[in-house]
């Protein structure tokens, strides 16, 4: 079986400081992860996606992940937050094809 | 490329009514998967299809339902509506086929249909 849990459901930054959102993954196989953002009224977008060609993951808006096997961990960073990044933030994992378990979710805010 | 279109936006509906949310994918994916998100237990897949076939189905009771047809446009039906379905559904699509390994393909979600059942 394959999960993953996002160890915080809100994160308060201020701007310009950096943001580090937590995921944890469970699976029975080496996973392809993704981080996916949705803005109120929107729909999901892709943020960056682990597929096994490299551990450090550079998506877009400047965001990163880096997959650790050894920490089971998915963790999402950005070195400098923008007013524009507040949003709901989701951890994906899927084994195969187009199923995806979606973690619970991480509310970033950001702090003028 | 038009992304994917879901339709209606929104809909309300009476308990024990039943009601048919549509998809169309992205020109080209086959895979069309569906999924259930609420506040309380956020964002829970429902079914998978490809090429007419449902492939996965999530942990939902029978009265969720759904089909894809040959041009890959899928609906979701839920018969008997209860006050619980009220939620947003999301259909997905992606290029990805039963012999995708390890899902790294990318899924391209729709903005939803938001369901209030009164």
């Known amino acids: 079986a394959q999960s993953v849990t996002q160890l915080d459901s809100h994160v308060s930054v201020s701007e310009g400081t950096p943001v580090l959102l937590r995921c944890n993954y469970s699976s029975s196989y080496s996973p392809s992860l993704f981080w996916y953002v949705q803005h109120p009224n929107k729909g999901l977008q892709l943020l960056l996606k682990y597929t096994s060609a490299a551990t450090l993951v550079k998506g877009i808006n400047g965001f990163e992940a880096e997959f650790k096997k050894s920490e089971t961990s998915f963790h999402l960073t950005k070195p400098s937050a923008h007013m524009s990044d507040a949003a709901e933030y989701f951890c994906v994992v899927s084994l195969t094809g187009n199923q995806f378990y979606f973690g619970t979710g991480t509310s970033l805010t950001v702090i003028p | 490329k038009a992304g994917v279109t879901q339709t209606p936006r929104y809909l309300i509906k009476t308990r024990g009514q039943q009601v048919t949310l549509s998809c169309s994918p992205i020109s080209g994916h086959r895979s069309v998967s569906w999924y259930q998100q609420t506040p309380g237990q956020g964002l829970q897949f429902l079914f998978e299809y490809f090429s007419e076939t449902q492939r996965n189905k999530g942990n939902f009771p029978g009265r969720f339902s759904g089909r894809q047809f040959s041009n890959s446009r899928s609906e979701m039906n839920v018969s008997t509506l209860e006050l619980g379905d009220s939620a947003l559904y999301l259909c997905?699509?992606?290029?990805?086929?039963?012999?995708?390994?390890?899902?790294?393909?990318?899924?391209?979600f729709g903005q939803g249909t938001r369901l209030t059942v009164v």
């Open positions: 997905a699509s992606s290029l990805a086929s039963p012999r995708t390994l390890r899902g790294n393909t990318e899924a391209f």
